[in-house]
């Protein structure tokens, strides 16, 4: 038993719907050659929205609200629409082998799938607490967040504790945003890291300062330099409290980990190339076999702006660009030049907005006012006289785009002293510059634009979510 497709988009997070509508907007297939093979039962949808608008105690996201396109204020995706365009969902079919070589892939349920181009988008897994020692992560109130059926978790176990204490495992992206919407549902938050502050990757001290006193402001307390070690939990199994390396016990009715997540490459190791734990791709997100792409978290690829290093970057922007551009090579490989992706990271919790751009590295010049309620403040990362970095909090969309052009151009500093008195004003004299040819595929908007514009539409407040995705929770 099996099928056969021209054209197999293998995974059914945020890549594989922006591959979806760049085929169709293309018309690079016929009805019936191309398919989305994913492990969920919904088509492709936005997972931002998972940490934001879908954890709303009232008016909160649902589905078919935010199925992709909609996070780049593109069209909406629905199932409906992949019908009326020709290409097929093979919804709830997990892929248990893949022989790029037979140019195959076997279902659980021994289907077998052929294809002529494959486009790998199976993103990223989340890192379980048992890979670091640590077990009894499979207890009723321990919350992942990674897809829809984790959302739902989270849900459900927030509302069986009003008012009670959850303790948040990880600074990270996950772990801010989930502490966000905890506190937005009257949860007091514990958030235990081992780092000296939080989203440490990206952060500076000066930072993550900010954003940490803020959110002490709405009751979220930080235990940070260290670890859990394990849980107690009552005769049902469920988790009463959390147990840190030096001994201290934090009471918890639930517990929401967040500690990284690993790219999902085990199908195709020992058949193609790996770099930074992810499928090594070209500028055409092309992988060491002719036929076979890769895209999203999953895709390791060349930064033109760091000299083409590679670089696997784990951000809903990078997957909505990379899938859209391997689409363009596919299609028409002769006008596509290599992606020119300007590397891109935002968020919102709260009231607050940020933005950064390039690469966080070099000497920090932070600018603005730290002190403000209503926060308009930002950095900029300096190597070797060049704008290697830029990250802004609370920019307006004209703001975003000058420090996304200064980044762009490696905008040059006479004066290191001189651009913190400049601060934002530099960026924004610097952006009125003639940009260079940014090498974009066929049809492409300059990046930096593209992604000031998604910045401000996607990186939409928790409450602009529950309001632009519907008022009705749809469960699944």
Request: charged letters at 20%.
């Amino acid at each position: 038993m099996g099928r056969a497709f021209v054209h197999v988009i293998l995974g059914g997070g945020v890549a594989a719907g922006y591959a979806a509508l760049e085929f169709a907007r293309r018309g690079g297939y016929s009805r019936g050659e191309l398919c989305i093979i994913s492990e969920e039962t919904v088509a492709p949808y936005e997972r931002p929205a998972l940490s934001k608008g879908y954890l709303l105690p009232e008016g909160a996201a649902c589905l078919p609200g935010f199925h992709t396109c909609v996070g780049a204020n593109d069209e909406l995706l629905t199932a409906k629409w992949y019908k009326e365009n020709g290409i097929e969902l093979v919804l709830g079919t997990k892929v248990i082998t893949a022989d790029v070589r037979m140019k195959t892939l076997l279902t659980a349920t021994g289907e077998t799938i052929s294809y002529k181009n494959l486009i790998i988008a199976t993103g990223a897994r989340a890192l379980k607490l048992e890979e670091f020692g640590i077990s009894g992560s499979d207890a009723s109130n321990i919350c992942y967040l990674r897809n829809l059926d984790d959302a739902d978790k989270l849900v459900n176990v927030m509302k069986s504790c009003p008012g009670g204490n959850a303790v948040v495992i990880g600074g990270g992206y996950i772990g801010m945003e989930c502490a966000a919407a905890l506190v937005t549902n009257r949860i007091k938050v514990t958030m235990v890291f081992p780092e000296s502050h939080c989203m440490a990757r990206l952060f500076t001290p000066k930072i993550a300062e900010y954003y940490e006193n803020y959110y002490t402001s709405k009751g979220v307390t930080f235990v940070k330099g260290t670890v859990l070690t394990s849980f107690e939990k009552d005769s049902t199994g469920k988790v009463t409290s959390v147990i840190l390396k030096d001994g201290k016990h934090l009471p918890a009715d639930m517990v929401v980990v967040g500690i990284g997540i690993r790219a999902s490459t085990g199908l195709f190791e020992g058949q193609l190339l790996m770099e930074q734990g992810g499928i090594k791709v070209n500028g055409q997100m092309l992988t060491s076999d002719g036929s076979v792409y890769a895209v999203g978290d999953v895709a390791a690829f060349p930064i033109k702006l760091f000299d083409g290093v590679i670089r696997r970057l784990e951000h809903v922007d990078s997957a909505r660009r990379t899938a859209r551009h391997a689409v363009a090579a596919i299609l028409e490989p002769s006008k596509t030049k290599d992606i020119d992706y300007l590397p891109f990271f935002y968020s919102r919790v709260f009231t607050l907005s940020w933005q950064f751009y390039g690469n966080n590295t070099g000497e920090v010049v932070h600018f603005g006012d730290f002190t403000n309620s209503s926060p308009r403040f930002g950095a900029y990362w300096v190597d070797k006289s060049r704008i290697r970095g830029a990250f802004l909090e609370g920019g307006s969309r004209e703001e975003y785009e000058a420090i996304s052009n200064v980044v762009r151009r490696k905008a040059k500093v006479i004066n290191i002293a001189e651009l913190e008195k400049q601060g934002l004003m530099f960026a924004i004299q610097e952006s009125q510059k003639d940009l260079p040819d940014g090498g974009l595929a066929l049809g492409e908007k300059p990046t930096y634009v593209w992604h000031a514009t998604a910045g401000v539409i996607a990186a939409a407040s928790i409450a602009a979510f529950g309001y632009w995705y519907g008022r009705k929770r749809r469960r699944w």
